[in-house]
Each structure stands twice: as C-alpha cells, then as structure tokens.
C-alpha cells in the first residue's frame, strides 16, 4: 500500500501507513505476536489439535478493556505476506484443525494476498471486532470460510465511552450481514467441527445488560438462529485502563450473565455457547512473545 492513504476501516484516518501508523498502530507491513497452536477456542471450531492461531498486532478498536494492550498497541514482528502464507502452511503441518486470524482487519488486503499463495486445506477463520467495513470484507470472499466476529455493543453511547466507535452498531451489524452473505449457511461436519459459517460473540460487560439483550435483538434479525453460532462470553476481566472507568472496574455478576442467557434463550437461538463464570482467568491469555512468527534462520 506504500504511497496510498488508508482508508480500509472505519476510522478512515487517511494516513499513507508506508511513511505513518493509523489508529490501528501498525504500518504497512504485516505484523505479528505470535502464530502457534491454540486451544481456547469454541468447541466447534478446534478439536484436540487446536487451531492455528495467528494472532496480528495493532487494532482499530482499542477497547479500554482490552486484555492485549500490548500486542494491539502494536508491538511484534514485521514479516511479508509470502512469509505469512508460509505460517499458514507450517500451522496447518503442526495439525491444526483450521487456520485462526485473529484481529487482522487493518492488514485485510495482506491477508488476501497471503491466502491466494496459499489456501490452507483447513478452514480459515477471520476472529475480529465485528469493526470492518464491507467494502473491506468484500477483499476476502472466497478465501475465509468461517466468520467469528465479535458484536460487541447495540448501544452507541457505551461504543463511544470503551472504543471511541460511536457508529460501532451499524457498523457491526452492517458486517455480520456482509460475513453472513459470503459464507451462507453454517455447515458442520460429522467430527462435529464448523467447515463453513458464521460465529458471533458477544462479552457481557459489567452493568450493560440492556446493552447486551440489545445485541441479542438485533442478532436475531441478521443471523439464521437454527444454524447461526453465537457465544455469549462471561469472562470480563478489567484489563488495561478498566480501571479508569468505575462502572467496569469489576468482574461481571453471575446474575447479569444469568439475564442476558435468558434473553438469548427466549429469543430461539438455538447454538448458543454459555460459559461458567469461573472460566475468566488470565492463563487463557497467551504469551505474544514472538512465537512461530520467524523461521529458523531468521531467529
Ligand atoms: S486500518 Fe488503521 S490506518 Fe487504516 S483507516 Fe483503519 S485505523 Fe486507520
């Protein structure tokens, strides 16, 4: 992209990344914090071989709650998109059960290139904000197979006090209805894992209820509620300037997860992934040390 501007998100900061960095900290060359077997995602997606998760530094949204502060501040390794294609094939060799893109919306062109060198025999799965832009997205039809994006807020007033995204709800819904166009009806295998589809998540913030049904609400009219997959995640930890916000600066109450499950339910979906409350600990965070980033030689 060297000499263009970027305008691929919604922040359309306008900056040429080949000289700057945007909102989403990062310039105009891939890069990562790690790329290793992963195996903490839903059960659907990974089986006991993990998925291969490739974890992209930098981000566009920069939740105040965010668990990565560092990785999505930028921090991690510069590497091409040939390189990036080789970590597919090498994370596919190791075993895993599909190909984990997580948070890669501002290097989405590279991520296209990388999947036209190489596209794994396994599922690859886009895991993002839920923050991208159609037009964005359009970049990768055919190339991803599963759609995890996050939908994080209804309420514009809550996107704009923890993401600065007042415009987050149209966005993300304009997304999901993008992501679900392409990959059409969720399909999952006799081995019980997801081939093709869509996964929305949802973490249930302390003292946003209404904020989380709402989600639910306008889910329900985009997504097949039969097919569709939704996790609703209750591990909310006060992670990075949490404590900042008072609201949030606490665990989340089992009786405000207990709500928005029952709102889930009443409303018909029918694969919903409930989680214990007790399943919020900071070992679920990985170490973005660099991990299965270079090769050999390069170390
Ligand atoms: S991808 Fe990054 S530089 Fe480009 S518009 Fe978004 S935040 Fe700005």
Redesign the pocket.
Known sequence: MSGDI??????????D?SVK??????GDAVRLGRAALHFWEEPILAGKRGSGAVFFS?C?LKCVYCQNFSLSGGEGIDISTERLADIFKELEDQGADNIDLVTG??FIPEIAKALRIYKPRVPVVFNCGGYELTEALKMLEGLVDIYMPDFKYSDNALAARYSSAPDYPEIAAKAVEEMKRQVGETCVAEDGLMKRGLLVRHLVLPGAVANSKKVLDILVSLIDKEKDYISLMSQYIPFGRAKEFAEINRRLKPLEYKAVVAHAEKLGFKNAFIQMSDSAEEEYIPDFNGQGVLTKEEK
């Open positions: 970027c305008l691929l998100c919604p922040r359309k900061c306008g900056v990344r960095r945007g909102y989403c900290s990062v930098g566009s919306s501002h």
